[in-house]
């Protein structure tokens, strides 16, 4: 099965920085890549996806890169608030159109410092 | 509103008694899910239903016991769970089974006694 997990355990940042969360995967089959967010208490939250044919998508503060090359995927935080202090799970999807599962890695933590 | 509710927030419970988590939801999605997660840990899928039917089962002990009665709701029954169950137990739905995007509840806290 696929195996998706990241660099970094834990990553403190100052406010106002921009912050990169790594993920790497074994498993180039997956259809799509998925950041989620997860606040102290709180389930995930989605934040971003990428299908596999794509590089990089933007969304509002975030961008995903994907490089198929070296199996890597970072999700960048523009100008990092302390609302964005929680865990970082990056997750594959497929591989197959019909597929539903999520491979989650291991999470990331990430701080804010103010 | 796309919101995925679950009730209650936490649970205590010893390991002879017999508990019920409730999870909810009102958009429209077919496919719903329960997944277990340990401190520390990402979550790791439970059971899928889809269109109110059990999909998947990832060989999880028969002391759980999901149930769907229609396409809004989702539980999960309990019974002589043992300690090491204890986790955040989430709730999820998606438009259809084959929609990888999956929108989570709250999580249930449990504690086994």
Known sequence: ????????????????????????????????????????????????DIRSNMDKRQGQRVTVLLNKTVKHLSLQIAATQPG?????????????????QLTFGKGTKLSVIP | DTEVTQTPKHLVMGMTNKKSLKCEQHMGHRAMYWYKQKAK??????????YEKLSINESVPSRFSPECPNSSLLNLH???????????????SSQRLAEHTQYFGPGTRLTVL
């Open chain 2, 41 to 50: 840990k990402p979550p790791e899928l439970m059971f899928v239903y889809s």
């Open chain 1, 84 to 100: 964005d202090s929680a865990v970082y799970f990056c997750a594959g999807v497929g591989p197959g159109a019909g597929s539903y």
């Open chain 2, 78 to 92: 309990l019974h002589a769970l043992q300690p090491e169950d204890s986790a955040l137990y989430l709730c999820a």
């Open chain 1, 1 to 48: 099965g696929e195996s998706v997990g990241l660099h970094l355990p834990t990553l403190s940042v100052q406010e106002g920085d921009n912050s990169i969360i790594n993920c790497a995967y074994s498993n180039s089959a997956s259809d799509y890549f998925i950041w989620y967010k997860q606040e102290s208490g709180k389930g995930p939250q989605f934040i971003i």
